[in-house]
């Protein structure tokens, strides 16, 4: 792990399985495409669907960790997760650099990176459960085990943005947040 120049903003989007995360962030590059959207590293097929994310093997997710490649990772759903190394200099260059994170992970990576913005996204439980049998992703046994994952409670200082309308008006509060790092903390 290594540290964080900080002049940019680092962005944690987090929040239970099916609550929006990768559709939010995905509309946010498309609104904003001065903000950096950085691209995940995971031990999860690369046509498994969802995010637009770099496929590894685990030797290969090891290896690239000891070469020190990783601004962090974490673990979860029996899948490895990496944020990449070069997000340190898109903050040294003052940029906005947004990444889809978990909530158990982040005490971990705020004690690298103790400005993090963390943005909780919510909706209805019901909710979650119809988006994540829509998106199609997981089968039923992983939806419930993910489900179960939804009642982690809010980070502590996190902004709350509520996806239970359209994604443009969650996209607009996203924005809010971002323009007002200071309300967190
Ligand atoms: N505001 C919204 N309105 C309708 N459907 C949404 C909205 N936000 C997300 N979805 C849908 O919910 C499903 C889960 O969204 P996704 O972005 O994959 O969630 P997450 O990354 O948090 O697990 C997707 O099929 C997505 O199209
Ligand atoms: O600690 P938690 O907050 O529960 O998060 C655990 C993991 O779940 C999500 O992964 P992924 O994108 O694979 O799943 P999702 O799209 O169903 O949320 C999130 O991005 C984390 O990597």
């Known amino acids: 792990m290594t540290g964080q120049p900080q002049s940019g903003q680092l ?19 498309s609104a904003r495409p001065d903000i950096v ?19 590894v093997s685990e030797a290969l997710f090891d290896a690239q960790l000891a070469m020190g490649r990783y601004a962090f990772h974490w673990g979860a ?17 003052g940029r906005v ?5 978990s909530r158990k992970a982040l005490p971990h990576i705020a004690e690298r990176y ?3 913005l963390v ?7 019901e909710m979650l459960e119809r988006r994540l049998r829509a998106r199609g992703r997981e089968n039923t ?31 607009a509060r996203m ?3 971002i323009s007002r790092p200071e309300r967190s903390a």
């Open 175 to 177: 924005l809010g947040a």
């Open 141 to 171: 046994r992983e939806i419930a085990a993910r489900l179960k994952r939804a009642e982690l409670s809010a980070p502590q200082g996190a902004q709350v943005i509520v996806n239970d309308g359209s994604v443009d008006v969650a996209v």
């Open 119 to 125: 943005l909780m996204v919510t909706a209805p439980p």
């Open 114 to 116: 103790p400005q993090l």
């Open 11 to 29: 962005v944690a989007v987090v929040g239970p399985s099916g609550v929006g995360k990768d559709t939010l962030i995905s509309a946010l590059a």
């Open 77 to 93: 759903h029996g899948l490895r997760y990496a944020i990449p190394a070069s997000i340190n200099a898109e903050l040294a260059q």
């Open 97 to 101: 650099v947004v990444f889809n994170g």
């Open 37 to 55: 959207i950085a691209q995940r590293i995971i031990t999860r097929a690369a046509d498994a669907g969802g995010e637009d994310h770099l496929a």
